[in-house]
């Protein structure tokens, strides 16, 4: 059974720091490309950034780009998501997911392409 459990999440004023992990268990974890996503209130999900299952491609969106990096320990099957300069419209539930890939420098962009996803995290930056 394949879980995915996010921690880190918490209020943050604009311009601070937070960093997501999200561990995994339950499946072969260096096989797997993972993404985080994120839902504001009202919106919907959308992507933030993908690392590949060796960890040497990252894809990350427009608007995280240079403040956001992804990254993952093979050994500890965790994913982590860096975020710096946090802005108030950063704030969303952030989840992680994952997916089987062919290779291990594949990388999915696009949600309905994940199998797995986790339970989410709240992230609050304020003004």
């Known amino acids: 059974q394949v879980q995915l459990v996010e921690s880190g999440g918490g209020l943050v004023q604009a311009g601070g720091s937070l960093r997501l992990s999200c561990a995994a268990s339950g499946l072969t974890f260096s096989t797997y490309g993972m993404g985080w996503f994120r839902q504001a209130p009202g919106k919907e999900r959308e992507f933030v950034a993908t690392i590949s299952g060796s960890g040497s491609i990252t894809d990350y969106a427009y608007s995280v780009k240079g403040r956001f990096t992804i990254s993952r320990d093979n050994a500890k099957n965790t994913v982590y998501l860096q975020m710096n300069s946090l802005k108030p419209e950063d704030t969303a539930v952030y989840y992680c997911?994952?997916?089987?890939?062919?290779?291990?420098?594949?990388?999915?962009?696009?949600?309905?392409?994940?199998?797995?996803w986790g339970q989410g995290t709240q992230v609050t930056v304020s003004s």
């Open positions: 997911a994952a997916v089987l890939v062919p290779t291990r420098y594949t990388i999915i962009l696009v949600q309905h392409g994940y199998d797995y």
